[in-house]
């Protein structure tokens, strides 16, 4: 089984599916005229059915072994104009579409019973300076690390991103794109200058455009929705355009954010078999007030992002991370002053242990489980203040509950706020700029066991840490509501959702109705959808 104490540090990678490189469309030109790779040509489309080897494969890509798809056929691309033949080609002879980049999907939006081709931009992977536009171009098929390593190796830079490097930027980019550095530096769609994708026009015919964030494009709201706007909505990604805002276009290594060289890391765990429900209760209220306090940019913490990994008692031990610029001067005494303020007065030991690590490397430690395909279940939420007491003692109720089968069941708490709350909810799609924490509660099992214990135990818990507000995080002062890269098909659900409130409000609050007018105009035939995908007006 996977080790679930690894899962905090993928706090923010995860996207809506390979169905989030579906996204919206403006002005431009292709991505096959400023390509990089040396020049070499790429390997023709090709289109693989069951009778082909590499079909399992292929098919097999999904992150969440609950779904398996078995579509007609998987179209591989390798350029913007394979893009568009294949999606010309499922017009013509009416064929339900969905694209996979990385595969790590929550959701079934990729492996629906219903989608007949899906198409993989897989080996669209390039990462390069494009001087044309004077920004960063990012493949859809490109996975974190791969952008990573190529933006850091090759220019100093780094968009702050996931902490998974096998995810696609495809959807993650799209969903707003979170990770360790974003307290800094804010939402990875933040620094998105513009999107190149295949859409549908009214026509019924696919072609390649262009938005950007340019205040005199006449897309310029086609950019917008890419900003966070959730994937599978207004056509396929074939790249993105990266270049952080207010910064003069000219030195590729001032266009992006630049990581530190090292991170200074504090990792506190505490044993199962020492913990009381008041000592439990102490750490998670004294972690969740350091945070409200300290969660503005001019903190002095404010370098100090953390990660708090609630390993069910069947795990052993539960373990909070922090990490900080491995270059401040100060930066051993932020974190112990951080470990103080978190175990003061709970009457329980726990063991603390210091590290530094190159940053790339940091960010390349593969996930231990990316291929694994574990059947889980993972229900998010955003917190705009700390858990209650009431909640807290939920999730040691649930949390300590008897049963080896739960030894994969965790829920894990992740810093937001800094950066990302100094924008406006309506300048990007997402709308999250209040939210000091976004947490996920999460169950997994082996693969051929029915699960039906776990995913009682996930529903249950989420339900009942929500008991409220209809057992869902309906946002109001307490909630911020939900993050589309963590999709769950629960709160489009009336048997778990309660409260009356749409499931897009979760996600979008109030630029739902604005995203609703980019597919109308972009995608007005639906064409790029799934269960959890943005409706058009009247629908």
Not at 151 to 157: D, E, T
Not at 473 to 494: S, T, W
Request: net charge neutral.
């Amino acid at each position: 089984m996977k080790d679930v104490s690894r899962r905090g540090f993928i706090a923010g990678s995860v996207a809506a599916g390979g169905a989030a490189a579906f996204a919206g469309a403006g002005t431009g030109a292709a991505a096959a005229d400023t390509r990089g790779g040396g020049g070499f040509p790429p390997p023709p489309a090709k289109v693989i059915g069951p009778a082909d080897p590499r079909y399992e494969e292929l098919v097999a890509r999904g992150y969440n072994g609950r779904f398996s798809g078995r579509p007609e056929s998987v179209r591989i691309v390798h350029r913007a104009d394979h893009v568009v033949a294949a999606v010309d080609d499922a017009l013509r002879t009416g064929k339900r579409i969905a694209v996979r980049s990385g595969g790590h999907c929550f959701e079934d939006f990729v492996d629906d019973p219903a989608v007949q081709v899906v198409i993989d931009v897989s080996e669209m992977k390039a990462v390069y300076y494009d001087p044309r536009h004077q920004a960063f171009a990012i493949e859809s098929g490109a996975t974190l690390g791969e952008v990573y390593r190529t933006l850091y190796l090759g220019w100093g830079v780094t968009i702050p991103a996931g902490a998974c490097p096998a995810v696609g930027a495809g959807g993650h980019i799209v969903g707003g794109g979170y990770g360790g550095l974003s307290r800094h530096h804010g939402f990875v769609a933040d620094h998105l200058y513009g999107v190149e994708v295949v859409v549908a026009d009214r026509g019924g015919r696919a072609r390649t455009v262009l938005a950007t964030r340019e205040s005199g494009d006449p897309h310029r709201d086609l950019w917008w929705a890419h900003t966070g706007g959730g994937g599978g909505n207004f056509g396929i990604v074939t790249r993105y355009l990266m270049r952080s805002p207010g910064v003069r276009p000219g030195d590729p290594t001032t266009l992006l954010p630049k990581p530190p060289a090292t991170i200074r890391s504090l990792t506190l765990s505490w044993s199962w078999a020492d913990m009381t429900e008041a000592a439990f209760v102490r750490i998670l209220r004294n972690h969740g007030t350091w945070h409200e306090k300290e969660s503005g940019t001019g903190s002095r913490y404010a370098p100090l992002s953390s990660w708090l990994i609630l390993n069910h008692q069947a795990n052993g031990r539960f373990t909070l991370v922090a990490n900080v610029d491995g270059s401040l001067a100060h930066g051993t005494k932020l974190l112990a002053e951080y470990a103080a303020a978190v175990t003061a007065g709970t009457g329980v030991r726990h063991e603390s242990e210091e590290s530094t690590a190159l940053w790339m490397k940091s960010a390349l430690t593969a996930d231990p489980y990316a291929g694994g395909r574990y059947p889980f279940k993972s229900k998010g939420a955003l917190l705009r203040t700390a858990w209650s007491e009431a909640q807290i003692r939920t999730l040691h109720r649930y949390l300590t509950a008897t049963g080896g089968e739960h030894q994969a069941s965790a829920v894990y708490l992740s810093t937001l706020g800094g950066a990302i709350n100094t924008v406006p909810a309506s300048a990007t799609a997402i709308p999250h700029r209040d939210s000091l924490f976004s947490a996920s509660y999460e169950t997994s099992w082996w693969p051929g066991v029915p699960g039906d214990a776990q995913l009682a135990w996930v529903r249950d818990l989420y339900r009942d840490v929500y008991a409220d507000t209809g057992g869902v995080p309906v946002p109001d002062a307490a909630n911020g509501g939900a993050y589309i890269n963590y999709p769950d098909a629960d709160l489009a659900d009336p048997r778990w959702n309660t409260s009356g409130v749409p499931w897009h409000t979760f996600y979008y609050r109030d630029n739902y109705p604005r995203l609703q007018q980019v597919k109308a105009r972009w995608d007005p035939a639906n064409v790029f959808r799934h269960a959890m995908s943005v409706r058009p007006p009247g629908r």
